[in-house]
């Protein structure tokens, strides 16, 4: 550990001490060759502080008394950091190998990039195909489904390509998934931090195109790999389809936000009739299938898309967008 890190690490927690944990160990295995610092937020939480000042004495544990959601701790984060590149990592991951090296020399040997992002896996060692994607229209929005993206994986439609293409260069890709994202702390500095508008789920989304916008390319370096358990805070709010309805919430702001107000309207009118479609698909389907295990899939299928129409036609009063 030096005295002045070349690489921050910041890591948002919410009732996650257990993947916490694990992310930490993996950091400090796979750090030896890397002079680094590491802040762990606390929104509110209070579930790992003892555990890990006891076991990671070097990491600087900020306790938050409220959950700020992610992007305004992750700036508090980064308010008390002092690296040339910054780390944004969730606590449900684990570093693999050289991955954080990996990362950094990759931005060091690119002075015109202001973000890399990591090849992502899900638990079971399968691509995380969300670690990196196109900026969000409308129109890919839209058409946002399994079966278009499995039609069409290499489609840069979805932004998605470099993971299906086999090159092993860093691609210049246009969204990398906050779970993972290295950036440049004068870049940061450069387009205001994250913006805290955003409570969680378009937070990465937004950063990106303030960088993009700010002149500065984004990488996906594939030869960092790390392991995303996904969704381990989330899963745990009470609020039915919050994350579901959260999300299309998140982007809607963005564009609002980037786009105008009539672009964001023009979203939430499509993605209602996208949400008709499905829900009477996911009928046809219910009426056909014979088996209870496949019949309760749609079941769950069905109160999912029942959310995002119900937040299309603005009835999920519990979401509270800014004026």
């Not at 990671?56 to 305004?72: E, H, R, T």
């Not at 990759?106 to 399968?126: H, W, Y």
């Not at 390509?161 to 450069?190: N, Y």
């Amino acid at each position: 550990m030096s005295a002045t890190p070349e690489l921050s690490i910041i890591i948002v927690n919410w009732r996650s001490a257990a993947f916490l944990r694990k992310c930490l160990a993996s950091i400090f295995a796979n750090t030896k060759n890397l002079a680094f610092e590491t802040m762990v937020v606390d929104n509110a939480s209070f579930d790992g502080a003892d555990a890990v000042c006891r076991e990671y004495p070097l990491v600087q544990y900020i306790q938050s008394n409220d959950n700020l959601g992610f992007a305004k701790a992750n700036n508090l984060g980064f308010r008390h950091s002092k690296g040339e590149f910054v780390l944004l990592l969730n606590p449900d991951t684990e570093v693999i190998g050289d991955a954080l090296k990996t990362l950094v020399e990759c931005m060091k040997s690119r002075p015109e990039v202001g973000i890399v992002g990591a090849k992502l896996f899900n638990s079971d060692m399968t691509i995380q195909t969300s670690c990196i994607q196109a900026f969000p229209t409308v129109l890919n929005q839209f058409l946002d489904t399994e079966f278009l993206r499995n039609r069409f994986p290499r489609s840069s439609f979805w932004g998605t390509w470099p993971l299906f293409s086999g090159q092993t260069e860093p691609s210049q890709i246009e969204v990398v998934s906050g779970a993972c994202l290295l950036i440049r702390r004068d870049v940061f500095e450069q387009v205001g931090l994250f913006t805290e508008n955003f409570f969680m789920y378009a937070e990465d989304v937004d950063l990106c195109y303030k960088v993009h916008r700010a002149g500065h390319k984004i990488l996906y370096e594939g030869r960092a790999e790390v392991v995303h358990h996904g969704g381990q805070s989330s899963s745990k709010e009470p609020q039915s389809n919050f994350a579901t309805v959260m999300t299309r919430e998140s982007l809607h702001a963005f564009m609002a936000m980037h786009r105008g107000k009539t672009y964001a309207a023009l979203f939430q009118f499509a993605i209602g009739v996208a949400a008709c479609f499905r829900l009477l698909l996911l009928f046809g389907v219910y009426v056909v299938t014979l088996g209870q295990y496949q019949r309760q899939a749609v079941r769950v299928a069905v109160q999912k898309w029942k959310g995002v129409l119900r937040w299309s036609l603005g009835l999920e009063t519990w979401v509270k967008r800014p004026a």
